[in-house]
């Protein structure tokens, strides 16, 4: 099916959309539930109601733009992505899933083409842990990952509630009544930028995510022995800076040892207690990162940092405590889904490439209540979560007709 999609039009909005910050341009910055989130989420609803669709908002505000289809009661196809931002980024990220999956709505119906199953696109809230720091909050809730403790659990810097956030931006009810069961959708389909280097470095226009991969977070709190730099002599040291580089170390290994490209560690948080010159860590807090496309494999490595904790412990002097802070399992894109992707490319004459994601988005959530897939987008030299964070119009609409291509298939086939 050939749809014209309007560039011009898709790049102004995304302009537009990208003035809703708290921080001058060109960076964006746009947290969930601040004003300017709030008056953006505005702006994309106006857009959607003036292509003609409805709207409903849950109890979280996810939001949810539907083109009802000849047979309403058949389980909608859905797209979307997020348009929430942490600071100081660009304006791509989330957004072309939003605004481009709009586009692609409106470029079928000026096609003539007429679903049978209804189309919805989708705005989730809180893709970014920006302000509850938990990444994919709207999706979680969606899904049944969070339940309605979230609600008190759930607090910002300042100490103040989800609850108290959503229901002063206008989002009440209880948050159970968000979760959606498996078949609510008969898939959903996601328009990402890749966030990476591949796309643009080998050439191709689109890349065809085939898994999705999952990070497990791990708090590690290590206690030793402070003292004076001078006056502590070396063989009585328990310094506990010395063994959360050892742990560190240990993490780099174990990733390593799997000889998997796909498995990486990332020891992202190090705060040394006193944090002075002249003073011997007594104390440190470690954060770290793993991720991987295969579940097993990832939590080998956790597996192995636990032993090295333990061996550290017991050869340096000093007391440490782990904490599991989340273990999401990855996911595994619909090869249904995929193949329809693959032959909207094909009518199109666009090559593309298989590939999975490193960084996580809300399909990781969603594929635990329908079959999903996603479309990656080449960006500029790979940047995303930064100012300077680009995709150009014509890899925007390449995409986008393709989402199309995708969503109409599936509409009238599956």
């Given amino acids: ?15 537009s959309l990208a003035t809703f910050s708290s921080v001058p341009a060109p960076a964006v910055t746009r947290v969930v ?5 709030l008056r953006a989420r505005a702006y994309v609803k106006r857009l959607c109601l003036e292509a003609g669709l409805s709207i409903r908002e849950d109890s979280v505000g996810n939001t949810f733009a539907r083109w009802t289809g000849s047979d309403p009661q058949l389980p909608a196809v859905a797209t979307g992505s997020h348009i929430d931002a942490i600071p100081h980024a660009g304006r791509y990220d989330g957004t072309v899933g939003v605004l481009g999956g709009l586009e692609a709505i409106r470029a079928l119906h000026d096609s003539g083409f007429r679903p049978r199953r209804s189309i919805e696109l989708v705005l989730f809230t809180a893709e970014e842990p920006t302000r509850f720091g938990i990444g994919c909050l709207g999706s979680r809730i969606l899904c049944g990952s969070l339940d309605g403790a979230a609600d008190e659990a759930l607090r910002d810097s ?3 509630r989800l609850r108290e956030w959503r229901t002063a931006a206008g989002y009440r009810g209880q948050l159970s009544t968000a979760r959606l069961d498996w078949g609510h959708y008969a898939a959903f389909l996601e328009l990402h930028i890749e966030q990476g280097r591949l796309l643009e470095q080998e050439g191709v226009p689109l890349g065809l995510v085939t898994a999705i991969a999952a990070p497990a977070s791990l708090r590690i709190e290590l206690e030793g022995d402070g003292g004076h730099a001078g006056a502590l002599l070396m063989p009585d040291r328990h310094d506990a800076f010395l063994a959360a580089s050892e742990i560190a170390l240990a993490l780099e290994a174990a990733v390593k040892a799997t000889g998997a490209i796909d498995t990486v560690g990332t020891t992202g948080v190090c705060e040394v207690f006193p944090c002075a010159i002249n003073s011997v860590p007594s104390r440190v807090k470690l954060e770290v990162d793993v991720r991987d496309i295969d579940e097993a494999r990832r939590d080998g490595v956790l597996a192995a940092l636990s032993t090295a904790c333990e061996r550290v412990a017991r050869q340096r002097g000093i007391r440490v405590r782990t904490q599991l802070l989340n273990s999401d399992p990855p996911a595994h894109c619909s090869p249904e889904l995929l193949a329809a992707l693959a032959s909207a490319c094909d009518q199109r004459w666009i090559a593309h490439r298989r590939m999975v994601s490193r960084a996580y988005h809300d399909s990781l959530f969603m594929a635990r209540i329908a079959p999903v897939a996603m479309l990656f987008i080449p960006c500029r030299n790979g940047v995303s979560h930064r100012p300077d964070e680009y995709a150009s ?9 393709v989402l199309a291509g995708g969503l109409s298939a599936l509409a009238d086939t599956i």
Avoid: K, W, Y
């Fill in 1 to 15: 099916m050939d749809v014209n999609i309007n560039s011009a039009r898709l790049s102004a909005e995304l302009e």
């Fill in 33 to 37: 539930f601040s004003e300017e989130d």
């Fill in 158 to 160: 300042q100490g103040q």
């Fill in 393 to 401: 119009p014509e890899a925007i609409a390449t995409g986008v007709a």
